[in-house]
């Protein structure tokens, strides 16, 4: 618990910068309050997951069946919006890899996000996003942090690279990392071995990021 707390505070409490956010998952809901806490803290905010095409979407673009939570569209926008007013760089995949369906065999290809078809849905960030994404975490300081994968780990195809944080070329990444990792797609991935520091906290994790008081640790301060 101590090393977790450490490695948290690193992030909550006067932390170094420029200070880097990696988001991603299925949904904006799980972690609603997480992004409207990290936004105006963090330098960079980079968004990936299913959870970017419902921010995607509240730009104004199409998304096909991509996952999307259009009652949070109004929501997805504020978080935008705050990350413009506080003067953070929010950034969106501008590539994905979309498939015709959620299975292992069906066709797939690499799209901008302004071109996905209308009967398909994107389940990785593609190659273009993944360069960019690397290159803006480049000068982060130890540490940034990530919550959940950028692509499907349940997607065959994703599975080995959903947590690709440091994008295609090693130099371009920070020097280290650590993660919240939520289910077991950083070990699939074979990259858990790069990341400095993981918590298997879940939502207490969470709950420390939205800035809220842990009972256990609350009454671990009474003498």
């Known amino acids: 618990m101590k090393e977790e707390l450490t490695y948290l505070n690193k992030v909550m409490v006067n932390p170094a910068r420029p200070l880097a956010a990696v988001i991603g998952g299925a949904k904006v809901s799980g972690k609603l309050e997480v992004l409207k806490s990290l936004t105006p803290r963090v330098n960079t905010l980079l ?7 419902t921010f995607l979407k509240a730009t104004g673009l199409e998304v096909g069946k991509s996952l999307v939570e259009d009652e949070l569209l109004a929501t997805a926008k504020e978080i935008l919006e705050i990350g413009r007013q506080s003067g953070v760089q929010v950034l969106l995949p501008v590539d994905c890899v979309a498939a015709e369906k959620f299975e292992a065999a069906a066709a797939n290809k690499v799209v901008g996000v302004k071109e996905i078809p209308k009967d398909w849905m994107g389940l990785d960030i593609g190659p273009v996003t993944a360069r960019q994404f690397a290159e803006a975490l480049r000068g982060a300081k130890n540490p940034s942090s990530g919550t959940a994968p950028w692509g499907s780990s349940k997607w065959p195809r994703s599975a080995r690279e959903p ?11 920070p020097s280290r990392w650590w993660a919240a990792v939520i289910g077991p797609g950083v070990h699939r991935s074979g990259q858990a071995e ?11 994790f969470l709950e420390l990021l939205e800035g809220k008081a842990l009972p256990g640790v609350e009454a671990l301060k009474k003498p």
Do not use: E, L
Request: proline share 10%.
């Open 47 to 53: 968004i990936g997951g299913g959870m970017a095409f």
């Open 163 to 173: 947590w690709r944080s440091p994008g295609p070329s090693p130099r371009a990444a």
């Open 194 to 204: 790069k990341i400095s520091y993981i918590s298997t906290a879940g939502g207490a």
